[in-house]
């Protein structure tokens, strides 16, 4: 076998790795996280207990290794429904009167990076609250009801870990260059073998 048709044969296995992984990123997949510890803005103090956690839903389309907002089907975090194909959500609800339901900023990293901001109120003549959340900042929610007011804030600390499920994958640069690597060494090793018997 020639050198030439070698090249062709590894440039094929990349293609079809390359295409591959594409199509593994497209396919629509639901994560699970979970961030905990946090530091409890009315006393200063590290809750390790405390937890902030949902759920997305959604595909990578243009194949770029991160999810954003507009190509979620589904999102949940901190016990507010913010984005549901069947409409049972917040945003359901976006723009009546007293009620209001936000995503003001979305982005995961298949590596492994989150980045949201959201936020949900409810008001009415007695009683109003908002439940926020800005990851990396702070989390939290204040209201008044019949004049009791409540202010809850609990921020980010380097103590806060992070857990998401699935586990983060390699970028996909890295994983697809480890395969074409392999490849071509193969290829350059039966060349060079082959070179020395015809000597």
Partial sequence: MSMQKQWLGAQWLFALLLAHAAGAQAQLTTWEFSYQGFVDDSTGLLDPGRRFSGLFTGRDSNSNGIITRDELVYLSAGGTTYIDPTGISCNRYDGAAGYSCRVDQFAYSLSGNLVFAGSHSVGAEMSAWTAWVVTGEAHGDYGDTFGNY??????????????????????????????????????????????????
Avoid: H, K, M
């Avoid at 857990?163 to 697809?176: C, F, K, R």
């Avoid at 480890?178 to 090793?189: E, I, R």
């Fill in 150 to 199: 409540w202010d809850n804030r609990y921020a980010w600390t380097e103590q806060t870990t992070f857990a998401i499920s699935p586990q983060p994958v390699p970028e996909p640069s890295i994983a697809l260059l480890l395969p074409a690597g392999c490849a071509a060494l193969w290829g350059l090793g039966r060349w060079q073998r082959r070179s020395r018997c015809l000597r």
